[in-house]
Every structure is written in structure tokens, then in C-alpha cells.
């Protein structure tokens, strides 16, 4: 099955709603990711300003790496059903 994000909305500092196409929902804090990775593009979300702006605009298909860490997480954090 293809995961998707179906909804996210920013919530407060780093954290935002998200839920799946599978109908999992919860939140997710970022902020740890965000000023621990080196990856660059990820970089100017430091600034809380333009990290309130994200948009919903991607599916993980092909990236494996973005599934496996949404798996490791167990997707986010107070991870409830369908609702």
C-alpha cells in the first residue's frame, strides 16, 4: 500500500497534525530532526517563520527512507485510529 498524507496543519513551534490515507492521524514534533540533520533543504525550517508556511505536497512512494522513519517513529507520536 502507498502511504500518503491526506492532511497536516500546523499545530504550534515544530509540531503539525498529519493524517494518512491509511486513516492513522496524530502529531508530529520536528523539531529535533529539523536542528539535528546536515541536509540542507531541510535547513531554512529553522526558522520558525518559514516552517509555519510548509505545504502538503508529497507521497512517499519511492522514498524509502522517509517510510522507514515514519515507520520508526510508529508514524508520530500519540498515534490514534481511524477518526
Known amino acids: 500500500m502507498m502511504l500518503s498524507i491526506t492532511k497536516a496543519k500546523y499545530l504550534?513551534?515544530?509540531k503539525i497534525y498529519l493524517k494518512f490515507s491509511d486513516g492513522k492521524n496524530?502529531?508530529?514534533d520536528l523539531?529535533?530532526?529539523i536542528f539535528s540533520t546536515k541536509?540542507?533543504?531541510i535547513q531554512p525550517l529553522r526558522d520558525i517563520n518559514i516552517f509555519q508556511k510548509f505545504r502538503?505536497?508529497?507521497t512517499f512512494e519511492n522514498d524509502k527512507s522517509l517510510q522507514e522513519q515514519f515507520?520508526?517513529?510508529g508514524y508520530i507520536y500519540k498515534l490514534t485510529?481511524?477518526?
Open 12 to 14: 504550534t513551534e515544530y
Open 26 to 28: 496524530g502529531n508530529v
Open 31 to 33: 523539531e529535533k530532526y
Open 39 to 41: 541536509l540542507g533543504f
Open 56 to 58: 502538503l505536497d508529497y
Open 71 to 73: 515507520k520508526k517513529w
Open 81 to 83: 485510529s481511524k477518526s
